[in-house]
């Protein structure tokens, strides 16, 4: 999690450098996911085993304490890819919502 990060789902967010955005394939869901959320580092996390679990997002810049306030998040995570692509749109709407009151 990024330094002064919220979670939006109240789980932590662990990356273990497998899923990384370095690591994106083309055309996959990750490129895909990526390439919509611009400013957001998106990922899938790893259990004990290596194997792949949950989906998570941070931003790529820290939030003032008034954008944390109005309800934007440093990181998210979700089970699915979808309830994640859900969860970064609904951050986008919140961020233009507030973006012209907020520093």
Known sequence: ?????????????????HGSQAGIRPGGMLAELAAG????????GRDGRGADQGWFATRGR?????????????TLSAGDAESRHGMLAQQRVSEERVVGGLP
């Open 1 to 17: 999690m990024s330094p002064g990060g919220v979670k939006a789902s109240g789980r932590t967010a662990v990356d273990y450098g």
């Open 37 to 44: 959320f611009p400013g957001w580092h998106v990922w899938r």
């Open 62 to 74: 820290r939030l003032s304490a008034p954008q944390v306030a109005a309800g934007l998040a440093a």
